[in-house]
């Protein structure tokens, strides 16, 4: 259950259990901590690439949950980007998208900043060539926000150069690889005008966009984009957030939640917002006690677990997970089917059938479920806090959850497929301030519904 906290009065039925946070201690083989960087979940995992430090950095890195442990991946061949920070990265189908965050240069120029990461096969590949005078694609930018609706990334403003805030809208069709300049971006049309340090999330077909900056002044307006109309509307936001730039956000079951960001770069807050998609209402979400989230900005939030899982329209004609009989078991394979042309794919051919399955991290094939919290309790101590505090975290190679109410339960589950029963967290993983020569920071938010 979620407590919200709206302008006047709460009534009877919002009397319920607030949220949870929990720091979630990291080994020395970890990333360090940094800001600036871009991050994505898929099946289970969550996906760090670059950012800054005291410097810019170049690092690509998965984070498995329910190991809690980190893999560092190659970012070093050719088709792999360089340092990058404020960019963005999303997942489709079994690739890794990232875009922008290079460092302004006479190069940039001529060079689309698009990068694809293929995650089965662990590499990074060529998507495109060099751009024509003809083609039509956006330049380099940073502090823009991307989105994936149906079968297309909706990419939304940015920094761009000396030129400062933009308001270009572009998509581009994964399927064919080609970029669209979208309705809304001329000078005066409707919409959140030129933009960057803001956040978006895609549902049902729309895309999201709150607060951010207008050159160098702070928003806290809210749009809406219809990708069936191709038109944008601004939504109420009398009881949402104050202005916030370099907060992060992500789509949770029919709501959107926002965390951290701040009115300047030095002024970082620890606030959770929700809005509801039906309602059209905002709430800020309580903290159990002794369970203090962090002060951050310029950091990176992932969802996990089936309430956290992208909720667009318009489903891709390329098929998903099916299943695969191994062994006697069912297994999940893909079946990538690509639309000719496959410039992205260059000789490595149009259809690829390919049975895999996770790498096993543990040996244990228990998940432990604890009893849940009682739902009144309303006024628990500090001490209850720190008890149930890391009710959610990975230990001894299994997990546990809030989830039943009555007793303990065993489930014997293979590895390949824990990440599917992942409860639903909310990792917000570095930011500013940040520690020099430390792991990265990773705090856990777990929250549940009636």
Request: proline share 6%.
């Given at each position: 259950?979620?407590?919200?906290?709206?302008?006047?009065?709460?009534?009877?039925?919002?009397?319920?259990?607030?949220?949870?946070?929990?720091?979630?201690?990291?080994?020395?083989?970890?990333?360090?901590?940094?800001?600036?960087?871009?991050?994505?979940?898929?099946?289970?995992?969550?996906?760090?690439?670059?950012?800054?430090?005291?410097?810019?950095?170049?690092?690509?890195?998965?984070?498995?949950?329910?190991?809690?442990?980190?893999?560092?991946?190659?970012?070093?061949?050719?088709a792999?980007?360089?340092?990058?920070?404020?960019?963005?990265?999303?997942?489709?189908?079994?690739?890794?998208?990232?875009?922008?965050?290079?460092?302004?240069?006479?190069?940039?120029?001529?060079?689309?900043?698009?990068?694809?990461f293929?995650?089965?096969?662990?590499?990074?590949?060529?998507?495109?060539?060099?751009?024509?005078?003809?083609?039509?694609?956006?330049?380099?930018?940073k502090?823009?926000?991307?989105?994936?609706?149906?079968?297309a990334?909706?990419?939304?403003?940015?920094?761009?150069?000396?030129?400062g805030?933009?308001?270009?809208?572009?998509?581009?069709?994964?399927?064919?690889?080609?970029w669209?300049?979208?309705?809304?971006?001329?000078?005066?049309?409707?919409?959140?005008?030129?933009?960057?340090?803001?956040s978006?999330?895609?549902?049902?077909?729309?895309?999201?966009?709150?607060?951010?900056?207008?050159?160098?002044?702070e928003?806290?307006?809210?749009?809406?984009?219809?990708?069936?109309?191709?038109?944008?509307?601004?939504?109420?936001?009398?009881?949402?957030?104050?202005?916030?730039?370099?907060?992060?956000?992500?789509?949770?079951?029919?709501?959107?939640?926002?965390?951290?960001?701040?009115?300047?770069?030095?002024?970082?807050?620890?606030?959770?917002?929700?809005?509801?998609?039906?309602?059209?209402?905002?709430?800020?979400?309580?903290?159990?006690?002794?369970?203090?989230?962090?002060?951050?900005?310029?950091?990176?939030?992932?969802?996990?677990?089936?309430?956290?899982?992208?909720?667009?329209?318009?489903?891709?004609?390329?098929?998903?997970?099916?299943?695969?009989?191994?062994?006697?078991?069912?297994?999940?394979?893909?079946?990538?089917?690509?639309?000719?042309p496959?410039?992205?794919?260059?000789?490595?051919?149009?259809?690829?059938?390919?049975?895999?399955?996770?790498?096993?991290?543990?040996?244990?094939?228990?998940?432990?479920?604890?009893?849940?919290?009682?739902?009144?309790?309303?006024?628990?101590?500090?001490?209850?806090?720190?008890?149930?505090?890391?009710?959610?975290?990975?230990?001894?190679?299994?997990?546990?959850?809030?989830?039943?109410?009555?007793?303990?339960?065993?489930?014997?589950?293979?590895?390949?497929?824990?990440?599917?029963?992942?409860?639903?967290?909310?990792?917000?993983?570095?930011?500013?301030p940040?520690?020099?020569?430390?792991?990265?920071s990773?705090?856990?938010?777990?929250?549940?519904?009636?």
């Amino acid at each position: 259950m979620l407590l919200l906290l709206e302008n006047g009065p709460l009534p009877a039925m919002s009397q319920i259990s607030p949220c949870l946070w929990t720091r979630l201690p990291q080994s020395s083989r970890s990333p360090g901590d940094r800001y600036k960087h871009a991050c994505c979940s898929h099946d289970g995992s969550v996906y760090i690439l670059g950012g800054r430090d005291s410097g810019g950095l170049r690092d690509f890195w998965r984070y498995s949950v329910v190991c809690n442990d980190w893999t560092e991946l190659n970012c070093t061949s050719e088709a792999a980007p360089e340092e990058l920070e404020e960019h963005a990265m999303v997942a489709h189908e079994g690739f890794l998208y990232v875009f922008g965050g290079m460092l302004d240069s006479a190069y940039t120029r001529w060079r689309c900043p698009l990068w694809v990461f293929d995650i089965a096969k662990l590499k990074w590949v060529h998507c495109q060539g060099k751009p024509s005078p003809q083609t039509q694609m956006p330049t380099n930018r940073k502090a823009h926000s991307a989105v994936v609706v149906g079968c297309a990334m909706l990419l939304y403003g940015g920094l761009v150069d000396m030129k400062g805030s933009s308001q270009d809208f572009w998509s581009l069709d994964f399927n064919t690889m080609a970029w669209s300049l979208l309705s809304g971006s001329q000078q005066g049309s409707l919409g959140p005008g030129p933009r960057h340090s803001h956040s978006a999330v895609a549902n049902q077909g729309c895309m999201y966009l709150f607060g951010g900056l207008k050159g160098l002044r702070e928003q806290r307006d809210f749009w809406k984009w219809n990708s069936t109309s191709h038109t944008w509307s601004s939504l109420k936001n009398k009881s949402g957030p104050s202005r916030l730039m370099g907060h992060s956000a992500v789509a949770y079951k029919d709501s959107m939640l926002i965390f951290g960001g701040g009115e300047s770069q030095n002024s970082p807050k620890n606030c959770l917002w929700r809005y509801n998609f039906t309602t059209q209402r905002w709430g800020q979400v309580a903290t159990l006690p002794g369970s203090n989230p962090p002060d951050k900005i310029h950091h990176c939030c992932a969802g996990l677990g089936p309430s956290y899982k992208s909720n667009t329209s318009s489903p891709c004609s390329s098929s998903g997970l099916q299943p695969g009989l191994l062994g006697g078991k069912l297994r999940p394979f893909k079946n990538k089917c690509f639309p000719d042309p496959l410039t992205f794919l260059g000789s490595e051919g149009a259809i690829e059938l390919e049975t895999f399955s996770a790498d096993r991290c543990y040996e244990s094939k228990t998940l432990a479920l604890s009893s849940s919290l009682d739902s009144s309790t309303e006024g628990l101590m500090e001490t209850d806090a720190q008890r149930i505090g890391n009710c959610l975290t990975f230990e001894n190679k299994a997990f546990r959850t809030q989830w039943s109410p009555t007793e303990d339960n065993l489930l014997d589950e293979e590895a390949e497929d824990v990440a599917q029963h992942l409860p639903d967290l909310l990792l917000v993983l570095g930011g500013r301030p940040c520690s020099r020569h430390s792991p990265i920071s990773i705090w856990q938010m777990t929250l549940t519904d009636s």
